[in-house]
């Protein structure tokens, strides 16, 4: 029997899974291919993240249930509501605590763009609405269950404007064109401090029943960022372009991906601000620098690139 059951291999359950075996905990690691980090306090095993019998057997004797999951864009309605169903019925037959990986998409626009743990719940899209759900569930369920909230994602392997955008721009040294304008203010989240932040709640009684957010650097510009990465990398500065916000919008009536993508961009039309005041005071975690970020970020680009040459 595992300590820990992370679902999810992606930059922030490997990180969790990670952190937890450095400190000597026993991991279980479950996706459908068995994948995940190698450590010998991690066993990673093949499983459907929605199934809840193969999921509650492997849960046993957990402490944690980690939700560290995340279906495509183009499948969030079909998938999301019986994966956390599934690790819900888990956490509770181990008499675990269910810890989920979550974001500010259940925010919606706010007045001014910051977003604290007291803003409502007030998403209308589609995606908000499933993330709003998702957390109403695993609190009616009478599992001791938390969240930990955050933004758009920094750190090797993790998708987000920047990695989808700036960093095959930057490595090119064309233009970089992105869904966003520029130069206004975005708040960008570690990867590594999520998994921090989420072990940390999961541990922490006064966390359950609520969500948090995630210490993250003060918000920088997509142009600002970008003139960073540049800089700490040694490459030469790229322009950056704001594509017209109806090419997105109009690509997505054809290409599911773009109408997903398209539901969510007014995160990159006005400013986007997390404030994790709360956590920071209540439980003394701090963001990690934005240029430790950024050189994990580069280290991974040139890994790859020297596997491939």
């Known amino acids: 029997m595992a300590q820990h059951l992370v679902v999810g291999s992606g930059p922030i359950g490997s990180n969790v899974a990670r ?3 450095e400190r000597g905990e026993t991991v279980r690691v479950v996706t459908r ?3 995940g980090p190698e450590h010998a306090l991690i066993e990673r095993v093949r499983g459907d993240a929605s199934d809840a019998r193969r999921l509650t057997a492997l849960a046993e004797g957990a402490e944690v249930v ?23 019925a888990a956490a509770k037959s181990a008499g675990a605590v269910y810890a989920i990986t979550g974001n500010l998409y259940g925010y919606g626009p706010q007045p001014g763009g910051v977003m604290t743990e007291d803003s ?27 969240e930990a909230r955050a933004s758009d994602y920094i750190g090797a392997g993790a998708a987000s404007v920047f ?33 921090r932040t989420l072990v940390t709640l999961a541990r922490d009684e006064r966390a359950h029943g609520k ?24 490459l030469p500065p790229v322009k950056v372009a704001a594509m ?40 003394g975690l701090t963001a990690t620098g934005l240029d430790v970020a950024l050189r994990e970020v ?12």
């Open 19 to 21: 952190l937890l075996a």
């Open 33 to 35: 291919s068995g994948g």
């Open 66 to 88: 980690y939700n560290c999951a995340n279906p495509k864009y183009t499948e969030w309605a079909d998938k999301w509501f019986p994966m956390n169903d599934a690790m819900i």
């Open 120 to 146: 409502p719940l007030a998403a209308t899209g589609r995606k908000g609405r499933i993330r709003i759900k998702m957390w109403q569930d695993a609190l009616a369920s009478g599992v001791r269950t938390v």
């Open 163 to 195: 990695s989808a955008v700036l960093l095959p721009a930057i490595r090119s040294g064309r233009t970089a064109w992105g869904p966003a304008k520029m130069d206004v203010p975005h708040t960008f989240t570690y990867t590594g401090d999520m998994a």
């Open 211 to 234: 969500a948090w957010h995630v210490p993250s650097p003060a918000p920088v510009t997509i142009r600002e960022l970008s003139a960073r990465y540049c800089e700490l990398a040694g």
């Open 244 to 283: 017209p916000r109806f090419v997105m919008r109009t690509a997505g009536l054809a290409v599911p991906m773009a109408h997903e993508l398209a539901e969510m961009d007014y995160q990159f039309y006005a400013p986007f601000i997390l404030d994790s005041t709360r956590t920071e005071k209540t439980f």
């Open 298 to 309: 580069e280290a991974a680009a040139e890994a790859t690139a020297a596997r491939t040459m």
